[in-house]
């Protein structure tokens, strides 16, 4: 299985933080499996931001509702993070991984977002 | 949800033995045997090296062990190794309210 994060590096405060996972050598519409997004700011420590099911339900971190959406699109085998309203302490880089067996055994190479003017 | 207490770091010498620990509740680490570390070398992402508390994925050698006692979790490395020194974490899925898992602090372990 191979996790692949894709979007901008950069992105301005107060907009909309967009992020997409392409998964090969797996299908998310595979029967019970989650996928999800982890990210860590530079120099700290790892933060779940939150699942999303096969069937399309979500979990996200309460730190983050209200900001954040996680979605599947089935057709390219992708999964994505949306994260508005961003300010400076969103930057951070960003993983995809899946969990499985309520751990996280695949985890794409991560991305750096950084949230500045 | 606070997240799990982990040391800053911890060192020792090649061929020494370093335990981490990992401490929660009984909403997380003590109310599940579903605890799992992660070894993260500089610049690249976390690798899984135990899940549910104690077992080891295919390809971690066995000088990584996980335990857990009450809500305090551990992980062991024997036979300690110079490619051992990275960041590590612990993670543990939890109910408590809408979260779904809690991550640790992190503990640089740095061989000497």
């Known amino acids: 299985l191979q996790l692949q994060e894709s979007g901008p590096g950069l992105v301005k405060p107060s907009e909309t933080l967009s992020l997409i996972c392409s998964v090969s050598?797996?299908?998310?519409?595979?029967?019970?499996?989650?996928w999800g997004w982890i990210r860590q700011p530079p120099g700290k420590g790892l933060e779940w931001i939150g699942n999303?099911?096969?069937?399309?339900?979500?979990d996200y971190n309460p730190s983050l509702k209200g900001r954040v959406t996680i979605s599947g699109d089935t057709s390219k085998n992708q999964f994505s993070l949306k994260l508005t309203s961003v300010t400076a302490a969103d930057t951070a880089i960003y993983y995809c991984?899946?969990?499985?067996?309520?751990?996280?055994?695949?985890w794409g190479q991560g991305t750096l977002v950084t949230v500045s003017s | 949800q606070s997240a799990l207490t982990q040391p800053p770091s911890v060192s020792g010498s090649p061929g020494q033995s370093v335990t981490i620990s990992c401490t929660g509740t009984?909403?997380?680490?003590?109310?599940?045997?579903?605890v799992s570390w992660y070894q993260q070398p500089p610049g690249t992402a976390p690798k899984l090296l135990i899940y549910y508390v104690s077992n080891r994925p295919s390809g971690v050698p066995d000088r990584f062990s996980g335990s857990k006692s009450g809500n305090t979790a551990s992980l062991t490395i024997s036979g300690l190794q110079a490619e051992d020194e990275a960041d590590y974490y612990c993670?543990?899925?939890?109910?408590?309210?809408?979260?779904?898992?809690?991550f640790g602090t992190g503990t640089k372990v740095t061989v000497l």
């Open positions: 009984s909403s997380d680490v003590g109310g599940y045997d579903r």
């Open positions: 999303i099911y096969y069937t399309g339900s979500t």
């Open positions: 050598g797996g299908s998310i519409s595979t029967t019970n499996s989650y």
């Open positions: 991984a899946r969990p499985r067996d309520y751990c996280f055994d695949d």
């Open positions: 993670i543990s899925y939890t109910r408590s309210s809408t979260f779904v898992y809690v």
